[in-house]
């Protein structure tokens, strides 16, 4: 009598599914970069359709920023050096080195590709490995809380101040990386002086 037949794999569905998209989205994206990122490469390498994928992300930005997600996730938390200067150089350090590298070119690409949707354009500056500002408000709460700053400086524009200060350098000089000096200059004559200026009469 013949075996019966082996059942197949099972169908993902679900977060398993969603996470398999993200997977292979994400490798698409560090080996690809966002130019390469297609939604038929990303359902090929799934093992799903493109349909799948749509009802998930409506457009191939929508998935790249997901994806970038999950390249990202490893370096999500804020440096905790001990005191916020320190904090600070390092996490403008860790952006400067971001920018210089393939994440920096893909997180350009998304940028551009994300620039006549605002509400897509603030998930891909939250996403970066510079960090948006939940990271920036969790490392001055930290500070707010060893008695290094004011409750006051916990403001989203006050607590992204120094990131914004470092991607104008790129932006006016045209280069992906600034000297270290430049960083050290925006935190100690900037960043600083703002910060404990915060606080209320």
Known sequence: MADAARPGPARRRGAALEQAILRAAADELAESGYAGLTMDRVARRAGTNKNAIYRRWPNRAALGVAAYRQLVEAESEPPDTGDLRG???ELLRRA???WSSPY????RALLAGAADDPELL??????SRDGGSGMWLKLLGRAVARGEA???ALHPRVATAAIALLRNEYLTRGVPTAPDGVIVEIVDEVYLPLIRGRARP
């Open 96 to 98: 400067n080195r971001t």
């Open 104 to 107: 920096g070119e893909i997180l």
């Open 122 to 127: 603030a998930q891909v500056q939250e996403s």
């Open 150 to 152: 004011s409750p006051d």
């Open 87 to 89: 904090d600070v150089l």
